[in-house]
């Protein structure tokens, strides 16, 4: 049978039940939604439902198995810009399947067949005297409901009717349509009716009580003791009055502007005025929370001693010199002036270098409170400068949320991952973050829900991003940018000897004379199991092995003595991860080490090219980017130019095809740096000599065969020396960029300089 289908109109609020009318209004502006389902009503017939959980989005899963077959009586226009409904309730009807069609809902019914049960005729004689009881108990039934009563003949139609005059909430109501047998319907209705007229009774008896003391002149008390007795059921007594007294008493000891002081004020008595049931009230006692709990004026003083400050920071973090440097001189001026607005420092690096634990520890060095906030994915600009206070459920923004977790005025305030805040239609959360970090507007911050001036200016904020050129260039300009590159193995190995073996174990319960680690294990970890720019997987990786050699320990029965070394490691971990030596060991033709700046800091990329039969076609693989691709192009052009002076025969390039091939090729890569490195991979393709695999290069080159300079050139050559590379050749504008680089670093590599890709050819291949 093909049943026909019928637009379904959601309602959530309201109950229409069947054999009654009810009357709609919708603003012709916002109800954009109900505009459309009515002009779409076929012959003026829809389903009318209720669904099954209200606090849930709509989908077919929330809407339930039964609703009313209703009517479109009447649509009229208003004189206030709105639209007026009547809509008729038919009968209730069982909803065969729901069908979703663009923005509407659309399904197919059919009629529900009652069984007769002996029964029901009882039933309606009893519903009938349990009504009559309600009437007379609850003021607000009036006897129009009398005078309908004859034309009902069915205890189905007797608990319809009943059920649009009772004064009970919409998710009692609810129920009604969906119990589908009337004698169910009929004593759900009596226990409703039965438990409104004891709250009636409640009421009546507290009414009672309070006339006992009550005389004419005496409304106001009447008033008072009514609530008193209301909270005295509820177990709230004088809730509310002592909550103001509270409040005042606070408010009196708040070091504070005046200006904010009044505001404070203001909204005490405010809320002392509005009435306990007001929806308001709610709103108004939150706002109070706030502005009574934020530091206002409550500052920590700074650690004084520049040494102490510096013993902190060289215990808890190796290296990183230059940022500890710009924390003392801040404090030196500081003391010198007595006036200084705090630095906005923006601490830039690959993931695991220590940007957010430094942060934490120069929180610690100057004795400052911590606020700490992660942006990263933010894209809603509330998030930062909060709601209006007009919104249902907002908040301040994290800002102001973070200083008031912190409790003091001037805290260091660690903004996480500044370079991954997204924008949309929302807004833009970066430019958000102007008026925060900007020391000429921070002075005077204005959060949305505070609505007052905010003094930030006092705030040390300290930024962490991953990616410079992600974070957006106006906010960029409000930030002192320090670099914390890679480290280096060596670095490293300080680093676990100082730091994080004797952390991990104190963590695991383990002591020096239990388990012991040499210098040459720690390398042996480093290299063959962790692959990253900082210590993070370091760090994991240790705590691993001694969570292996506790449990032996308790398994054993006996904590002995355990000297971990090379073989032991490989027992407790498995097999090295990473074989560095692997890819270096075969020089062949066509392939040449690039270097490249990661995630994970510097890597080195092997550029593979090859060539068959074809016609002169150039095949790009690998995940590369638009850049990479113009690289390779650049490459193949330049050579060709250059044909005579590279030795190559032109029927090569005009009867084969090349094909060029980045190896992992689920890394997208990109970038110019590799210009240098392609056009060596097909000179040695071309030319059939090949490059050692000692030596690795980058740059990027140009169609006159002029080098440029590239950037991220420490990570870079960190990441080849540990390859294994012995030789790097690059821009000569980036030999000043070797003063960041190790002295043990550059003590083993031979660095070559170019200004223009012959003198790479006269280094290569000449030879």
């Not at 002149?217 to 709230?236: A, D, N, V």
């Not at 190796?318 to 420092?345: C, D, F, G, H, M």
């Amino acid at each position: 049978m093909d049943l026909k289908k019928l637009l379904v109109l959601i309602i959530n609020d309201m109950v229409i039940f069947p054999n009654n009318e009810v009357r709609i209004e919708y603003d012709n502006t916002y109800d954009k939604q109900m505009i459309n389902i009515v002009d779409s009503i076929e012959d003026n017939l829809m389903l009318i439902v209720n669904p099954l959980d209200e606090n849930t989005s709509i989908d077919i899963t929330s809407l339930p198995k039964y609703g009313v077959l209703g009517r479109l009586k009447l649509k009229m226009a208003v004189p206030n810009g709105k639209t007026r409904l009547v809509m008729e309730g038919i009968k209730r009807v069982e909803i065969c399947n729901y069908q979703q069609e663009e923005n509407f809902f659309k399904a197919s019914y059919k009629d529900i067949e009652i069984k007769e049960n002996k029964k029901e005729k009882d039933y309606f004689n009893i519903l009938l005297k349990s009504l009559e009881k309600y009437i007379n108990k609850a003021p607000y039934v009036g006897n129009a409901i009398m005078s309908q009563l004859n034309k009902v003949d069915s205890l189905n139609d007797l608990c319809d009717l009943i059920s649009c005059y009772l004064n009970l909430d919409y998710s009692k109501k609810k129920k009604y349509i969906v119990t589908i047998d009337p004698i169910e319907r009929a004593k759900k209705i009596i226990e409703d009716m039965n438990e409104d007229i004891k709250l009636i009774e409640l009421e009546q008896k507290i009414e009672r009580e309070v006339e006992k003391e009550l005389s004419e002149s005496q409304k106001e008390f009447f008033l008072h003791e009514k609530i008193k007795l209301m909270q005295q059921e509820l177990g709230e007594a004088n809730s509310k009055d002592d909550e103001v007294v509270k409040l005042r008493k606070k408010s009196s000891k708040l070091k504070c502007p005046a200006k904010v002081k009044e505001r404070i004020e203001r909204e005490i008595s405010r809320y002392e005025a509005m009435n306990s049931n007001s929806p308001e009230i709610g709103i108004v006692r939150d706002y109070l929370d706030w502005m009574i709990n934020l530091p206002w004026n409550n500052y920590t003083k700074d650690t004084t001693s520049l040494k102490e400050v510096k013993t902190i920071l060289d215990s808890s973090h190796y290296a990183l010199e230059e940022v500890k440097e710009r924390i003392i001189e801040y404090l030196a001026v500081k003391q010198n002036t007595n006036n200084l607005r705090s630095p906005i420092i923006c601490l830039v690096g690959p993931p695991g270098v220590g940007k957010t634990s430094l942060a934490l520890s120069i929180a610690r060095s100057l004795n400052r409170k911590v606020a700490k906030i992660s942006v990263g994915g933010i894209n809603d600009e509330a998030e930062i400068i909060g709601h209006r206070r007009t919104y249902v459920g907002a908040n301040p923004g994290r800002i102001i949320q973070g200083i008031r977790k912190s409790g003091s005025t001037n805290p260091v305030f660690i903004i996480d991952e500044i370079d991954k805040m997204t924008k949309d239609i929302k807004g833009d959360p970066a430019s958000s973050l102007l008026e925060v970090l900007d020391p000429e507007q921070n002075n005077k911050f204005s959060d949305h829900y505070i609505e007052e001036e905010f003094d930030l200016s006092k705030v040390l904020f300290i930024a962490t991003a991953n990616y410079i050129d992600q974070i957006p260039y106006e906010l960029r300009d409000r930030l002192e940018i320090i670099d914390l590159s890679s480290y280096t193995e060596y670095e490293k190995l300080d680093i676990a000897k100082k730091h994080l073996i004797p952390k991990e174990l104190e963590e695991h319960g383990l002591t020096p004379l239990q388990v012991q680690i040499d210098e040459d294990t720690i390398l042996f970890i480093i290299r063959s199991y962790t692959k990253e720019a900082g210590v993070r997987e370091l760090e994991r990786t240790i705590a691993t092995i001694l969570r292996k050699i506790v449990k032996q320990f308790l398994l054993d029965g006996e904590q002995a003595f355990f000297n971990i070394t090379k073989e032991e490691v490989e027992k407790l971990l498995g097999a090295p991860k990473y074989l560095y030596s692997e890819a270096v060991e075969n020089d062949e033709y066509g392939v040449v080490n690039g270097m490249a700046y990661t995630a994970f800091g510097g890597d080195v990329i092997q550029i593979e090219a090859n060539y068959y039969k074809g016609n002169g076609e150039l095949i790009l693989t690998g995940s590369l980017g638009d850049v990479m691709k113009e690289s390779c192009k650049i490459a193949l052009s330049y050579i060709k130019a250059n044909l005579e002076v590279f030795k190559i025969d032109k029927s090569l390039l005009d009867e084969h095809d090349i094909h060029i091939h980045v190896p992992e090729g689920a890394v997208n890569k990109d970038g110019p740096s590799a210009g240098i490195t392609i056009t060596s991979a097909l000179i040695s393709l071309l030319t059939k000599k090949h490059i050692s695999s000692k030596v690795a290069m980058t740059g990027e080159i140009t169609l006159r065969g002029r080098v440029l300079p590239i950037g991220g050139v420490k990570e870079k050559v960190i990441g080849a020396h540990r390859t294994g590379v012995r030789k790097i050749i690059m821009p000569i504008e980036n030999k000043k960029d070797l003063e960041l680089i190790p002295e043990e670093i550059k003590n083993e590599i031979e660095f070559i300089f170019v200004k223009n890709y012959l003198e790479i050819f006269n280094e290569l291949f000449k030879k």
